[in-house]
């Protein structure tokens, strides 16, 4: 079933529909610097885009992905402490692709370049404020009822 993700970053909500029905809201954190479509601006882009990829489908919750790949890790505060990284990527990554040539495809604006995910998150206390480096943060369990929800090709349309 093809469905459709409306992301509102003034709001901080992502709406699941299905058929023109909404299905499902969730609380989410855009980024902390704003809404912008630049390379390294560590900002979140708005327009239209598509589900470009889906990874981590089977992982355990809370599974610690990099480079788009399972470490084998599973976070805990004590991991926190031993790695080096400020924005951790859990459970699920839901991979998105600029669908307007200028404002978020191609060239200093290509959202899939930009790596623009919808992610789990090991801070799930900041939902509902922007506090992310450019992506759509969500807390694990709803990342993954999102994730099984979902496929390859869906539209995501992010308005401020």
Request: proline fraction near 2%.
């Amino acid at each position: 079933m093809t469905s459709k993700l409306n992301i509102s970053v003034s709001s901080q909500t992502l709406s699941l529909f299905q058929q023109g029905k909404l299905i499902s809201a969730y609380k989410i954190s855009s980024a902390l610097n704003g809404v912008g479509q630049e390379k390294n601006s560590n900002k979140t882009p708005l327009g239209k885009h598509i589900i470009r990829a889906m990874i981590g489908g089977n992982l355990p919750i809370y599974s610690v992905i990099q480079g788009r790949r399972f470490t084998n890790q599973i976070w805990t505060n004590e991991l926190k402490d031993t790695l080096a990284t400020n924005d951790w990527i859990l459970s699920r990554v839901i991979w998105l692709s600029g669908k307007e040539i200028g404002k978020n495809r191609l060239g200093n604006v290509d959202t899939m370049q930009r790596y623009i995910y919808i992610h789990g998150t090991n801070e799930e206390h900041l939902l509902g404020t922007p506090s992310s480096h450019g992506c759509i943060r969500m807390s694990n369990k709803d990342v993954i009822e999102l994730f099984d929800l979902v496929s390859v090709g869906d539209i995501v349309e992010i308005v401020y």
